[in-house]
């Protein structure tokens, strides 16, 4: 019976959506033409002809994660990491006992790993390092990146891994170095802004006027999106951190886990 | 006009998303089990998602539409941004999803962590059986103070 009641409750609440839909409540989908803030914003995202009021990065959809609505990324950022550390906290004692044991797969797959995780790892810099040109960024990037070592994780055993370098410290280590070089690409242009006496804003990327300064748009002949170009390199190195973190720890063995559990037999 | 194909595809795409909230949806609420229940939010923000592309996108006159990438910028000039602009699908959807997707993933893996838990903890991750265990330990409380 209750499910019944729940079924019509969703079938409602869809039909009601639906309605909206087809009343416009979306527009006409699929659109027939752009928004204004659309056009505003594919026109601002290259055109060096007019340094002062574009964030010189050929891929509109980084320039607007990043520049057009760079705090907003940023507190993504915070809310992100924030359930890392939530998860990472549920494993307090556990996070620190290390020297557990891991059963590796066949001779083939581990050599094909060996094959595999060096592709993926050029992949994920690849989308990294290209995001201002090319579809990806510095979260896909890391994202990518992460999948190397789960997939070692796997094949290896979590010891070979640890034995390798890739330890539960060192992940820390470089995920707070990423988010530190993240906060200081953002607060860069307003120090150098106060030490040099003159106007600039937070995560201000290209100069503005009244506001001169500007991170280099070019490597080489290579539009670099400015700011865009670091932050996505120190977010790809801040996920692919934070995902090893949490693979490290859900992988330990059940019995390490349950330990984590001892005394809380009582008050749920 | 339904008649016409991209109308017609594109409605094909608002009815099974419009049918895919629901079955997330009711999964969400109806379902006992903790990890079905994951899958149908995951479902359910995944949806949202498309949805939102799909808003972004447009007809192009002239020709299909091409992705928010500038990739002429090596001869870039007022003409050819103009053209890149005339045809481009809207970025905001996109980036706005971007971000979505990395909640949801963030959200997840807390979820995931928290059912994990739940098993480890009770040996079950049916709501149902969690419910009943909790009242009995409830009750051992009460009995031993």
Same mark, same amino acid.
């Given at each position: 019976m209750r499910n019944v009641v729940v079924a019509l409750a969703v079938v409602f609440t869809v039909l009601l959506l639906a309605y909206a839909t087809y009343l416009g409540a979306l527009g006409p989908i699929p659109p027939n033409d752009l928004r204004e803030l659309a056009k505003a914003l594919l026109e601002r995202s290259y055109r060096p002809w007019n340094p002062f009021n574009t964030s010189m990065c050929p891929e509109a959809v980084t320039a607007v994660v990043w520049d057009f609505r760079g705090l907003d990324t940023v507190f993504e950022t915070v809310v992100f990491y924030g359930a890392i550390v939530a998860t990472l906290a549920l494993y307090r004692t556990t996070s620190r006992s290390l020297g557990l044991v891991g059963e590796r797969l066949s001779l083939i797959v581990r050599y094909a790993t060996l094959v595999s995780v060096p592709m993926i790892l050029i992949? %994920? $810099? %690849? *989308?990294?390092?290209? @995001?201002?040109? *090319?579809?990806? @960024? @510095?979260?896909? @990037?890391? $994202?990518? $990146? %992460?999948? $190397?070592p789960v997939v070692a994780l796997v094949v290896f055993g979590r010891r070979k891994l640890l034995d390798l370098g890739v330890t539960y410290v060192k992940a820390l280590i470089v995920r707070n170095l990423a988010l530190v070089a993240i906060a200081l690409t953002a607060l860069g242009p307003l120090i150098a802004g106060i030490v040099l006496g003159i106007d600039a804003y937070v995560l201000q990327n290209q100069g503005k006027v009244g506001a001169p300064l500007s991170y280099p748009p070019w490597i080489l002949d290579v539009p670099s999106g400015g700011s865009v170009i670091l932050f996505n390199i120190f977010e790809a190195l801040a996920v692919a951190a934070g995902f090893t973190l949490v693979f490290l720890t859900l992988a330990l063995d059940e019995e390490t886990a349950r330990r984590e559990l001892v005394g809380e037999d009582r008050g749920w | 006009m339904v008649g016409d194909p991209k109308t017609l595809v594109a409605l094909i795409v608002? &009815?099974?998303?419009?049918?895919?909230?629901?079955?997330? =949806?009711?999964?969400?609420?109806?379902?006992?089990?903790?990890?079905?229940?994951?899958?149908?939010?995951? =479902?359910?923000?995944d949806t949202v998602n498309v949805f939102a592309i799909l808003v972004g996108y447009r007809l192009s006159r002239g020709g299909t539409p091409v992705p928010p990438v500038f990739t002429e910028w090596s001869k870039a000039s007022e003409k050819l941004l103009a053209n890149f602009v005339s045809r481009s699908v809207d970025p905001l959807p996109q980036a706005l999803v971007l971000t979505a997707i990395v909640i949801n993933l963030a959200v997840t893996i807390f979820l995931a962590t928290l059912i994990l838990y739940t098993?480890?903890? &009770?040996?079950?991750?049916?709501m149902d059986r969690v419910s009943e265990m909790k009242k009995g330990e409830l009750v051992d409380e009460v009995e031993v103070s």
């Open positions: 992949v %994920a $810099a %690849a *989308t990294a390092l290209h @995001g201002q040109l *090319t579809p990806g @960024g @510095g979260f896909q @990037g890391g $994202a990518i $990146a %992460a999948v $190397a | 608002l &009815f099974s998303l419009y049918a895919n909230l629901g079955a997330s =949806m009711y999964g969400v609420i109806a379902r006992k089990n903790l990890v079905k229940k994951l899958i149908c939010l995951t =479902m359910l923000g098993h480890r903890h &009770f040996g079950t991750v049916e």
